[in-house]
DNA sequence: CTATCTGCAAACGTTTTGCATCTGT
DNA sequence: ACAGATGCAAAACGTTTGCAGATAG
């Protein structure tokens, strides 16, 4: 576990067992599905420090915080630099590793310094186009 | 009042309010932003006619809920395409009528139909650059 | 007249907090 | 040893709901 040693916190069997849960994840879990998922191993888990454990590795850059789900949090441990597909009817998310060139007129940014973006595509995903 | 005539709800003196607030208004607010506003005239506001008149509003395409705030729905009144970018310091949210054109590699896509798509830009504003 | 809306309060789902105890380093 | 993490329960927060009474069309 050096890759998870050098992220300089205390690396508990929770955090660990987190860690593991979201390694290559990609389904973009809530905080009730990583306690869900986790709670099969640590059966007395917190909700506490699934949000603890999210905020220090959000701080560590470890995982990003998504705001794609109006009402929820959800996660993605893939911190690099990419965007979203979001079906609107099943709301399954895909990420899309495309980097796209955007120049925003000087004289529209009101004084702003841009430093990224993030990108929400929204459609139908294959099995929703199918049931019309 | 023809223009909001033309919207096929019941226009209820608190909607009248929600709808002169909302008008032209840059400032995306949240559900308690606009409650607060119309408070001042409708004493008896409460937020379950705030919520129901956002619903009803969304519903015929009159506000757009945004998903930029985590934690809590904030609605736009401009419901024409465009983005946003997001003072990541004080959190101000400026528009950006302008159309991006993205294309993304069909074989991506997974199979999605691609129907749109909404960017968030983020940076700091003129007035955190300069408070470093 | 009546389908719909209002306002209140209670319920809900998610996230945060306080605190006594425990544990990685 | 001790800074920092855990687990529990309570609180906080934004949003939704049920319902009796009011009202726009």
Redesign the interface.
């Known amino acids: 576990m050096k890759e998870f040693r050098r992220l300089q916190i205390k690396l508990t069997p929770q955090r660990l067992a987190i860690l593991n849960f979201l390694r290559g994840n990609k389904s973009h879990p809530s905080a009730e599905d990583i306690y869900k998922a986790v709670l099969k191993h640590y059966p007395t888990m917190s909700f506490a420090t699934v949000y603890n454990t999210l905020e220090a590795l959000k701080n560590k850059q470890r995982v990003k915080?998504l705001?794609?789900?109006?009402g929820k949090?959800r996660y993605d441990p893939d911190t690099t630099k990419h965007h979203h597909?979001l079906?609107?009817k099943c709301k399954k998310i895909?990420d899309?590793?495309?980097d796209?060139k955007?120049d925003?007129?000087e004289e529209?940014?009101?004084?702003?310094?841009?430093?990224?973006?993030?990108?929400?595509?929204?459609?139908?995903?294959?099995k929703c186009?199918k049931r019309h």
């Not at 705001?67 to 109006?70: A, C, H, Q, V």
């Not at 973006?117 to 995903?125: P, R, T, V, W």
């Open positions: 915080e705001k794609i789900d109006s949090k597909i079906c609107i895909l899309l590793h495309t796209f955007l925003v007129p529209l940014t009101h004084g702003f310094e841009l430093l990224g973006n993030s990108i929400e595509f929204y459609g139908l995903c294959r186009r």
